[in-house]
């Protein structure tokens, strides 16, 4: 003869379960032709199921977020102008604009000279504005109105041949 091992179930009492929720259960365990202690073993288990469910789902958006929030970050970092200013006389190659992480504004500089090697696309990546200067002076190969765009305050624009 086989015994079978009962649990011994005792009666529980929550605190605090809202009388609707319960009264629903119990309405369901009537319809079904359960009892009302597997209904809301079940109602519990399937809470807890998707309370993990979407633990791990918060873990995963909150750890998407920080990676999005460090790429913004460094994104800034390289886009954010850098401020050259209250120089006398200045002369930038290509490899020394290109050495700035994000786009330059140059301010309050007596001549400013972009070297012969800067070319049209660097000039237009990297100088954002130029402002209060008395001379810039660029090579030919860098047309006047790109210059001009990014000019205020100049007193003279000087092309070298």
Same mark, same amino acid.
């Given at each position: 003869m086989e015994e079978k091992e009962e649990k011994v179930k005792r009666p529980i009492s929550i605190r605090g379960l809202d009388e609707d929720a319960y009264k629903g259960i119990v309405e369901l365990a009537k319809s079904t032709g359960e009892n009302v202690g597997k209904i809301a073993s079940e109602a519990f288990r399937l809470y807890l199921a998707m309370a993990s469910a979407g633990e791990k789902a918060l873990r995963t958006a909150s750890n998407a977020l920080k @990676? $999005? &929030? #460090?790429?913004?970050?460094?994104?800034?970092?390289?886009?954010?102008?850098?401020?050259?200013?209250? $120089? &006398?006389?200045? =002369?930038?190659?290509?490899? !020394?604009?290109?050495?700035? @992480? &994000?786009?330059?504004?140059?301010?309050? $500089? &007596?001549?400013?000279?972009? #070297?012969? !090697?800067? =070319? @049209? @696309?660097?000039?237009r990546e990297k100088v954002l504005t130029i402002v209060n200067c008395e001379v810039v002076e660029v090579p030919k190969t860098i047309p006047k109105p790109l210059v001009l765009s990014k000019a205020k305050f100049v007193k003279r624009i000087d092309t070298r041949s």
């Open positions: @990676e $999005i &929030g #460090e790429a913004a970050a460094e994104g800034l970092k390289k886009t954010s102008p850098r401020m050259v200013s209250n $120089i &006398g006389e200045l =002369s930038l190659s290509a490899s !020394d604009l290109k050495s700035f @992480e &994000g786009p330059v504004a140059f301010s309050r $500089i &007596g001549h400013l000279v972009f #070297e012969d !090697d800067v =070319s @049209e @696309e660097l000039f």
